[in-house]
């Protein structure tokens, strides 16, 4: 709190100028100090500890009680200047000395325990761990300062963050001593900043946690597994703390975090208190391990090795190859692995970078994208082109560059590095490994891979269940494992890169792999494909995808609810992305996910129908080709189709589906534009192709919400919209109309008044049923209008 | 708790000239077919002449499309025909007036099509009259209430409930009336 640092400087600078018969202004003093005791609230800490003894120091001077008042008043000086030391610099209670005189007992006297952890504290820890239930930790945020908390709040998120990633470093062995370290930073940083701002259950947990730290970096313990599982849990818990204070800060309450940090502050406690209890655990970064989990040794084998080492100083990799039980290959291989993991990833220079608003960036962003409108809309412009001379259409094409220069910098801006997503994925397969038993490594390769800021948080999601997938039901454990010859230690690969203008998510495992027997039995009895149906691998390996499909014998609270797949792939859809399957049985499977750059820009192939244009992503375009009259049989009642090599491909008039007007001509002088969605090609028939553009998309808004054929807007050079055709949306509008179609012959064909030989026009086409649904269709929506 | 009757019906009418005083302002008056309209000149963010509106596909008929405006896409609701007056041809007075109307969730900036503008007007509490139960043609969910000023009659329109009912859900049930017939 500044108002604390506040009240140490002005005593500080009373205390300078005070005269020692000035009974006043000494008085007053005396105050000052209670004040900032009382601002300590509850907190026993040194701070509070020492307040409260200047105070009474003071008091002493005051009634004459000490025998001499200069060494008095020289030790005051003393003392505010170790709480300034405390307070304002920050420091570490080891690094300040209060006069003996203050008398302060127990938290001055053990410079290895911090501030807050007074004897009573830890006197109620004691043998029985249990902690102090009389204290409640209570944060305030009635008269909070918003920028000042919110600020906070955004930086512990980070410290947390690089902790947590460093925790996780630390159990791969990598740089211990530099780990730690910066760990321990980590948590004192925001024990400090949660002092200040009197955020007790913050400021406990981050103190315990960094006792603990010290205590890890010191050597009297070692941060692994179990102990490493309690520092996780207190960066969770930190975490949930945050938001509490995020909550409160916005409803402007009180919030009471002693039941939250109970369990974990008793489980810190203790630990700090026996160090002694929990030994150090075996680095699984040691040769021999690597080889057991390698398959080239085993455990007694070493064992039997160590017995017989040729002297003391003999490494494990040495002694295995002298003794003829590891090839000296494996051994070597071994060694650099363990080199590189160890090498330092870090290294590169760090560049200095600023903090902006995410509003500022987006409206900057949005305002280059308008700026390529408007230029495109004058360098596209007919008549300037037309009087361009040659001084002109140089400008034009620089201002072009320059346009495109500013939006591909607008586009980088946005950009993001999925390591944090991969940081988080890494840290529940540590989680999903440690509750299940089974041994899961999980490798990343291009998580320094950027995407755009609006993906980068959209794939979290799906990602996390995919790897769940993968470590659930793809690897199995380690008995199952080495029965089947495979390393004990399953393997899940997350790699990302970039290709062809997209970016590319695939998570592939060495597990069991999909048994495509077991997902069609399994469809069938789920009622969710016709019996007798043939289907390709790729398809029955989609058919994971189907809500409420999964194989799952057990539910775990994890996987196995049949609520996942179908879901990830809606979510990855609506990116405009995709997902693949690929797998061996027994060997493993590879799940890749596609996805667009960037979801603002749109690569589009622009068509002419009926006069107007319209969009076509190219993503979903296959390939394109003249329409001519005779190339298209029509399929009873259910519409058009044409052979494409052998293919049959149905045809879909847009002209006819979008109730436009007719397209003059429609067997000659048409195009089709096959285009693929999942699985399915059709053909989109439009008048001609006008080009492929690169356009950014806007969004319709919550009026057009409803339907599912149009996607967006894409503004033109000519300032006009041309919507984007979904692709999706179109093909289920053709199959429901189909459908209905269909429905009405069969159902009441009288009523319907529709048979083909009334409709058939000279040049024996079908097509007049569907015009019949348009026209009533027009009928439904003029009485609905009336509503 | 219970009223004297006296009590009740000064209780009633403090509530109505309470709300017939909320709805006192300015409002710009325009012109659908035969009759004038108004609308709280705070929800108008600008009025622009008549341009190519891109039509939607398989949308109602009185959502006439969406337009850009400097960048920005944003829908074009036909009045005429949302109120059922029938379309008519565009003439050089016809205008797009864009709103700012609270949509669901955050407000959303839409434009009506207007056969002319006319002013904007501040009509006072006492010239604002309930709209009767029936017999204006429009929905009285739509109506705020009848302004008297001098010898003409406006409807001051609730522009939020107009561009907010019912459209989403007529869209959605564009699929399902088809599909059911």
Known sequence: MPEREKLIETIAADLVMVDIDDLPALSNIHEQFLTLKKTLGDDVSLVACAAQACADLVEKIVLNDVPDKQEALTALNESITALQGLVVDDRQPEEVSFPKILNLTGPASSPTRSEASPDDRSAAVGEDGEAADDERYVMSFEDADNTLLADFINEAREHLASAEQMLMDLETGEDYDNSINAIFRSFHTIKGAAGFLDLNPILVVAHESETLLDLGRKGTIKIESRIADICFDAIDVLRQLMDSAEEGLSSRSTYDGTELIASILTTLRYLVSHPDESPPEVSSDRVGDRLIDMGAVTQEKIDQALKKKASPDERLGETLVKQKLVPAKQVARVLRDQQRSRKDTGGSAVKEKVKIDTDRLDRLVDTIGELVIAESMVGQDEEILAKASHKVTRNIGHLNKITRELQEMGMAMRLVPVKATFQKLARAVRDLTRKSGKKINLEIFGEDTEVDRSIVELIGDPLIHMIRNACDHGIGDPEERSRAGKPETGTVTLRAYHKGGNIYFDIEDDGRGLNKDKLYAKALERGLIDPGREMTEKEIFNLVFLPGFSTAKKITNVSGRGVGMDVVRKNVEALRGSLDIDSTLGAGTRFSMKLPLTLAIIDGMLVEIAGERYIIPTLSVVESLLLTGDMISTVNERGEIINLRGELLPLIRINRLFGLKHDGNEDTDTTVVVVEEGNRKVGLVIKRLLGQRQTVIKSLGPTFAGQKWISGGAILSNGQIGLIIDIGGVIALSEDLRDEIYRRQVVSPAVAGVSDSENKDEDDTVHTVEEEVEIEGRQIRATEAKV | ?181
């Not at chain 2, 109307?101 to 839409?110: H, K, N, P, R």
């Not at chain 2, 139960?133 to 522009?159: E, H, W």
């Open chain 2, 1 to 181: 708790m219970s009223m004297t009757i006296a009590e009740k019906v000064t209780a009633e009418a403090t509530v109505e000239t309470k709300t017939t005083a909320a709805k006192a302002g300015k409002y710009l008056t325009f012109r659908l077919a035969a009759e004038e309209y108004g609308l709280e000149i705070l929800k108008v963010r600008e009025i622009i002449g008549m341009m190519e509106i891109t039509g939607v596909p398989k949308t109602p008929d009185h959502v006439r499309g969406v337009i850009n405006l400097r960048g920005k896409v944003i829908p074009v609701i036909d009045l005429r025909t949302k109120f059922g007056m029938g379309s008519a041809e565009n003439t050089d007075e016809t205008c797009i007036v864009v709103v700012e109307a609270a949509g669901q969730g955050d407000s959303l900036m839409m434009g009506v099509l207007v056969d002319a503008v006319s002013e904007v007007l501040d009509i006072q509490a006492d010239q604002i009259e309930e709209a009767p139960a029936f017999g204006t043609g429009v929905d009285t969910r739509f109506i705020l209430g009848i302004g008297k000023v001098q010898q003409d009659v406006k409807l001051l329109l609730d522009i939020d409930e107009v561009l907010s009912s019912g459209d989403q859900q007529v869209l959605e049930s564009i699929g399902t009336a088809e599909a059911a017939g």
